[in-house]
Nanobody, 123 residues
Framework: QLLESGGGSVQPGGSLTLSCAAS????????VAWFRQAPGKEREFVAA????????YYTESVKGRFTISRDNAQNTVNLQMNNLQFDDTANYSC??????????????????WGQGTQVIVSS
């Protein structure tokens, strides 16, 4: 029901835009989050946009570089990633749920997930 796209391989300093598309569900009715998981590491919260308010939240390491946004006409949520660094290499997944604010960053609060898209930052 969720499909990510836009991953790829870029050099450090490059940019990518990931897109999360939904079928059968209207994304603006949900909090939509991006998580990432690098090999050998735990899944990490990256960014989220809340339902109703559309307030956005980011993990500290991506603030000022990543932007999450809704495209309600397309029923997608995008993650614009600029100035990519080696540490951004991971599989990126989008997820939807209705978490309370204090639990926004917890993967367990999201009940639908996409398969993920790979982002590789390499020179």
């Amino acid at each position: 029901q969720l499909l990510e796209s836009g991953g790829g391989s870029v050099q450090p300093g490059g940019s990518l835009t990931l897109s999360c598309a939904a079928s059968q569900r209207t994304l603006r009715d949900y909090t939509v989050a991006w998580f990432r998981q690098a090999p050998g590491k735990e899944r990490e919260f990256v960014a989220a946009v809340r339902a109703q308010t559309s307030n956005t939240y980011y993990t500290e390491s991506v603030k000022g570089r990543f932007t999450i946004s809704r495209d309600n006409a397309q029923n997608t949520v995008n993650l614009q990633m600029n100035n990519l660094q080696f540490d951004d290499t991971a599989n990126y997944s989008c997820a939807i749920g209705r978490p309370i604010l204090s639990a926004l960053r917890s993967p367990s609060m999201y009940y639908f997930w996409g398969q993920g898209t790979q982002v590789i930052v390499s020179s």
